[in-house]
Structure formats: structure tokens, C-alpha cells
């Protein structure tokens, strides 16, 4: 008779292939190294000395961020501009354009002829003045021998406004002729050509007066004005000569305005005014002047500080406002 087969003994050879698969899969699955297997596989020397390159490595990167010095800027935006303030030309009178006799950024001389105002009107009315002022003087004399006294004051009275209206006339003829009330050169020019109609008091020119320093006027927002004082250097971009091909210039505050100013686009500021250090650009061989109303970043150094500075003071940043 033939014996049954042992369950159990299947059962056993059942559970060894199940233990066998699970000893099995994951050393088929991990083929790569561990890092610290590696190390491990290392020889002494090997591992101590990439320990030592490591340590080395951090202490020379950390002695370097301590002692490599970066400047702390503020950085703004502003033109170059006379020092002090330029000089308008005003239209004391209405009238239209007859001829402009000069170009923006031309150099002129006090009382030098600028824009001329059609005076035809002005003159036709002055001449009739005149006319009526010399009947009056012939009317006078005849009077003085043949009339009363009352007769004779009225008619001096007369010739004497006639003389005030002819003084006001040539005053208005003189000012038909706009000129410069300064040497210098000429900043903005607001009439282009003749037939342009001016309003009594109107400004259609600014002269930079002759021998005025240039200087650059910067908008520092209100946020960034604690630490700037007369004195810090400035670091200046002109936005007609790339800093990239043309270097920057320095420069140094020499004012910042007492009170803020208000503007609807940029709020509220401060006029921050530096002096440049040289007057003129080096480009393609030739040396090119600054020019009043040329566009400029200016960069203001508050501060140096070390690079390992800057890492940490984020950090430090965080943990006072945890603390608080």
C-alpha cells in the first residue's frame, strides 16, 4: 500500500520557496552601492584624506565669505543737471511766433536774440500814438495864447496820457523780442518754428548759466533714505554710455533735501544731489562731455559688507522676528 503524502512536509517546502523569493527579490532589485558601503570599501588613507579635502574646502570657503568685501547700495534713478537752478525765458506778452533764431543746446550771451513775436499790431498802434501825441502838443501851444487856463491843464493832461501809452507801447514792442537773461546754454526749447501762438507769462526756454557745475539730482524713496548722508560714494550709470562698455563714473552726495517731496507716480522721496567725479566720457578714442539732461542710475554706497554677512543676516532677520 502506498503512504499518503506528508501536508506538512509540503506545507514546509511551500513556505522555504516563499522565504526564498522574499531573500531573493531585493538583492535583484539594488544593484548600486551604498555610499557608505563605498567609504567603507575604501582604504584608510583614502576615506581620511577625502574627509580632511571636505573640511579643508568649507574652512577655506568660510574664511573667504568673511573677508570678500560687497557694496551696499541704494540704487536711484535721476538726470544731470545744472547746480542750482536754470533761468527761464517768459513770454512777458501774448502774441505769435515770427521767427526762433535759435536750436536746443545752443550756446548764447546775455541779451542775446532768441525768439521774435510778429509786432506789426504794436507798431501800427505806436505810430498812431505818436501822431496823436504831436496833435496834442500843436493843439497845446494854440491853447496856451488863445484859451482859458482850465482848457489848457485838460489838454496837458491829455498829452499826458498820451506820453504814459506811447511808454507802454515801446515797453510791448521791446518784448516782442524774447532774449537770453544770461550767458549760458540753452536746456529746453519749447517753440519749434514760426506761427505758434504764446499766452502773456508763458515759458518757452530754460538756459543753463555759463560756468555752472553739473550735478546729478536723484528720487530716493522714502524707504531708503535712513543711512544716506553728504559724503558716501556714488557709483554712476549714464543710460546714453552702457556701463558695460563705457565703465561707470564715481561720485559723491554732497546734498540730500531736508524734507520729502510727493509724487502721484513715484510717492513720496527725497532729492538726493551728487557731484561727479570728471565731466567727460572716454569713447572710441575721443573724450564726449556730459550733458545737461542726460538720464543716470546712480548707485549709492551705504555700506561694505562681508559676504558671510549677507548669508547670515537673513537668518538672524528671521530668528529676531520669531523671538519677538
Avoid: C, H
Wanted: proline share 5%.
Amino acid at each position: 500500500m502506498s503512504t499518503p503524502p506528508n501536508t506538512a512536509d509540503t506545507n514546509d517546502a511551500v513556505d522555504l520557496a516563499a522565504l526564498g523569493k522574499t531573500w531573493t527579490q531585493p538583492q535583484t532589485a539594488d544593484t548600486s552601492p551604498e555610499v557608505s558601503d563605498v567609504i567603507a570599501a575604501m582604504p584608510w588613507w583614502a576615506s581620511r584624506g577625502l574627509l580632511y579635502l571636505i573640511v579643508s574646502f568649507v574652512i577655506v570657503a568660510l574664511l573667504w565669505a568673511s573677508l570678500s568685501m560687497v557694496d551696499v547700495v541704494v540704487e536711484s534713478r535721476g538726470a544731470l543737471v545744472p547746480e542750482g537752478y536754470v533761468k527761464p525765458v517768459q513770454a512777458a506778452g501774448g502774441g505769435v511766433v515770427q521767427t526762433v533764431f535759435v536750436k536746443e543746446g545752443a550756446t548764447v550771451e546775455r541779451g542775446q536774440a532768441l525768439v521774435q513775436l510778429d509786432a506789426a499790431e504794436m507798431r501800427t498802434r505806436l505810430v498812431k500814438l505818436r501822431e496823436e501825441l504831436a496833435t496834442s502838443r500843436a493843439q497845446l501851444r494854440q491853447l496856451m495864447v488863445n484859451r482859458p487856463v482850465a482848457e489848457t491843464l485838460e489838454q496837458q493832461n491829455r498829452i499826458g496820457r498820451l506820453q504814459s501809452e506811447i511808454a507802454g507801447a515801446e515797453l510791448s514792442l521791446q518784448q516782442t523780442t524774447l532774449t537770453a537773461p544770461v550767458s549760458g546754454v540753452i536746456t529746453t526749447l519749447d517753440v519749434r518754428g514760426s506761427g505758434a501762438v504764446l499766452q502773456a507769462g508763458q515759458t518757452i526756454a530754460t538756459i543753463a548759466p555759463s560756468g555752472a557745475r553739473l550735478v546729478v539730482e536723484t528720487q530716493v524713496p522714502n524707504k531708503d533714505i535712513a543711512f544716506i548722508e553728504a559724503g558716501l560714494p556714488v557709483k554712476l550709470k549714464f543710460d546714453a554710455f552702457p556701463f558695460q562698455e563705457y565703465g561707470v563714473i564715481d561720485g559723491t552726495v554732497i546734498a540730500v533735501s531736508p524734507d520729502a517731496q510727493t509724487d502721484k507716480e513715484s510717492g513720496s522721496f527725497y532729492k538726493v544731489t551728487i557731484a561727479p567725479q570728471q565731466t567727460d566720457v572716454v569713447a572710441k578714442g575721443k573724450k564726449l562731455p556730459l550733458r545737461s539732461g542726460l538720464v543716470v542710475s546712480a548707485d549709492i554706497v551705504t555700506e561694505r559688507k562681508s559676504i558671510l554677512s549677507l548669508i547670515i543676516d537673513p537668518f538672524r532677520k528671521l530668528k529676531g522676528e520669531g523671538g519677538q
